[in-house]
């Protein structure tokens, strides 16, 4: 090789795993490759806000020395990235893009359980991405850290709340990196930076040994290639001591189903705003495209989507569990940082949202979660009464500029509209507990990355990795790549 850190920029992990497996590169010189490109891309990108690289070195070095006897996971020697977000990693600080954490930069004292299963992947993290404060809005500009700007155009938000690591991953500092989405934060930034972001079912991974599977959140990755998400998701899927919610087992590995063929499948297209707000044409065109592309391949493609989406009360019931739980993680915010958090601790929006939060009556909370699950069940009922995937704009827009989503207390139902208009797909399949993809098959006349989204059954990512591979296959984005 020549330059080993050109050179392996944008081959994705599977690959840069079966370098060191072969012995062509040693995961030092895999690892010092990702950290000479972050030094040269990061300044422009700001996607990495926390560093150990240090510890990332002794890391690759254990995984040289014992290279050859078959103990390392199926990532082994891959530089990877964590994301700023709830995600702890014995020994090494967390902010959660919130100021008062970063000037008290609490050390963890304990991985979570699927920083372990990373661990054991034989993933080497080099550091953290940067995230919105505690991950509640769908742009990565945190007052902690500044902004992460999106590597197809700087000017333009890679998304959120994963925005710092979709913006590694599509400017090519490392192959694949942590993820999490509570209401679209997978899906959100993989659609803006062009990349795979799979939204696992509610209980397909552990929010072990803190978190409740029940919620909205589930994690996972983004990546640049069907083969990775699948790989990864089989290396950390399963349940953890005590989950409360267990999606059921595969009935074989996520990459058997990479070029399986899926059969002709019955799908349905969401090509509009389920509550009638405009959206930009360029994603409604997305997603027809897509549905002509699915046609092509043999499937039979219908206008349909489940009627729940359209209810305008939705919105609401999402809102006010969003709202509590912003109240319950600025009380834990405290916890770390050792006294209580005021309003000068946090961004303007989350407290407005944890104010919101503590305001709501038990009852209406409780209320909340009641109409949450008649609306899952409702969801659910589409693919029952024999649909197998819905195919939708993942977004209403492309990429916004950094800034245009920002909050006025002024004028909060501004903020409301311009949100509500930008992720109008995402959040009912957090509350619907649905796995969900995105995939970059579009892109708008200017070059930027329109994603389109599929969602499946309860249970069936396998359905998911099928159709993603093939439609990899049948329009490959792997050529297309950020100018930085």
């Excluded at 305001?359 to 969801?379: E, I, Q, T």
């Amino acid at each position: 090789m020549g330059n080993l850190a050109d050179d392996t920029r944008w081959l994705d992990a599977t690959e840069q795993a079966e370098l060191v497996r072969r012995k062509d590169v040693t995961a030092v010189e895999l690892l010092e490759a990702a950290i000479e490109r972050i030094e040269a891309t990061d300044p422009a990108i700001n996607a990495v806000v926390l560093r150990w690289f240090d510890e990332a070195r002794e890391t690759a070095a254990a995984i040289d020395a014992r290279s050859g006897r078959g103990v390392d996971g199926v990532f082994a020697g891959v530089p990877f990235l964590l994301k700023d977000l709830w995600a702890t990693y014995a020994g090494q600080p967390m902010s959660n893009g919130n100021a008062a954490m970063k000037a008290t930069m609490p050390v963890a004292d304990a991985d979570t359980t699927l920083v372990g299963r990373f661990r054991d992947a034989g993933l080497v993290t080099a550091g953290r991405t940067n995230s919105p404060e505690l991950g509640s809005v769908p742009t990565t500009e945190p007052a902690a850290w500044g902004p992460t700007h999106n590597p197809w155009d700087v000017t333009r938000t890679p998304g959120g709340s994963s925005g710092g690591a979709a913006a590694a991953v599509a400017a090519g500092m490392v192959p694949i990196a942590h993820a999490s989405d509570g209401g679209g934060s997978i899906r959100i930034p993989a659609s803006c930076c062009g990349l795979v972001g799979l939204k696992p079912s509610q209980g397909r991974i552990t929010l072990g040994p803190t978190r409740d599977e029940s919620g909205l959140s589930v994690e996972l990755c983004v990546s640049r290639t069907v083969r990775d998400t699948a790989a990864m998701l089989d290396a950390v899927r399963g349940p953890g001591v005590g989950d409360t919610v267990i999606a059921p087992p595969p009935d074989r590995p996520y990459v058997d189903e990479l070029g399986a063929d899926p059969g002709r499948l019955r799908i349905g297209l969401l090509d509009h705003h389920p509550l009638g707000v405009d959206i930009d044409a360029e994603c409604t065109n997305g997603a027809r495209a897509a549905a002509a592309l699915l046609e092509s391949l043999g499937h039979h493609v219908e206008e349909s989507f489940p009627a729940p989406l359209a209810d305008p009360e939705s919105a609401r019931r999402f809102n006010a569990l969003w709202a509590t739980n912003m109240s319950a993680s600025i009380v834990r915010i405290g916890e770390l940082i050792g006294r209580p958090v005021t309003e000068a601790d946090v961004e303007p929006f989350n407290w407005v949202l944890a104010t919101n939060g503590r305001a709501l009556p038990a009852p209406d909370y409780a209320l909340a979660l009641s109409a949450s699950a008649v609306f899952r069940r409702g969801v659910q009922q589409w693919w029952a009464d024999g649909f197998d995937l819905l195919v939708s704009p993942t977004l209403g827009d492309p990429p916004p500029k950094l800034g245009e989503l920002g909050f006025d207390p002024a004028d909060p139902q501004a903020y409301g509209r311009r949100v509500g208009r930008f992720v109008p797909f995402t959040t009912a399949f957090n509350v619907s507990g649905l796995p969900a993809i995105s995939l970059p098959l579009h892109r708008t006349p200017d070059g930027l990355p329109v994603g389109i989204q599929l969602v499946a059954a309860y249970g069936r990512e396998d359905v998911l990795i099928r159709v993603a591979s093939q439609l990899e296959q049948a329009s490959p984005w792997a050529h297309l790549r950020p100018t930085i």
